[in-house]
């Protein structure tokens, strides 16, 4: 059986939003590829140990929903994924932003090596 992009996506998305809701940096990052390029809304940063400082920033009870809006199969190990994804607060109107990101299996795991946030509009 063949999985598609979306199952990719969603696979390795579901456990990205669960640690963002969950306020937990480190697992955020762990799904992140050592050489990961990451541009949330401040100065990119690259891998892991970036993600990780840039989700500690963010304030507690910050949640994420995210829709696949399209998908590409680039290579048998690379997915790309555009995404609109709602942050919420606890204390401000949410923050809804266009992601997009590449996913590479890493032998059995698919990881994130490219994020990217815009805000359009």
Request: proline fraction near 4%; charged fraction near 20%; glycine fraction near 6%.
């Amino acid at each position: 059986m063949t999985i598609t992009e979306t199952e990719i996506l969603r696979s390795v998305l579901d456990q990205w939003r669960s640690a963002v809701d969950a306020h937990e940096p480190g697992r955020v990052a762990s799904y992140f590829t050592d050489d990961a390029i990451f541009q949330g809304l401040h100065p990119y940063g690259v891998g892991p140990a970036a993600v990780a400082e840039y989700y500690d920033s963010q304030p507690i009870g910050m949640t994420a929903a995210y829709d696949i809006r399209e998908t590409r199969r680039l290579t048998d190990d690379l997915v790309l994924g555009y995404l609109s994804v709602d942050f919420a607060f606890t204390d401000r109107p949410v923050v809804t932003v266009n992601l997009s990101v590449i996913v590479r299996r890493l032998g059995e795991r698919w990881l994130i090596s490219h994020y990217q946030v815009s805000r359009l509009g």
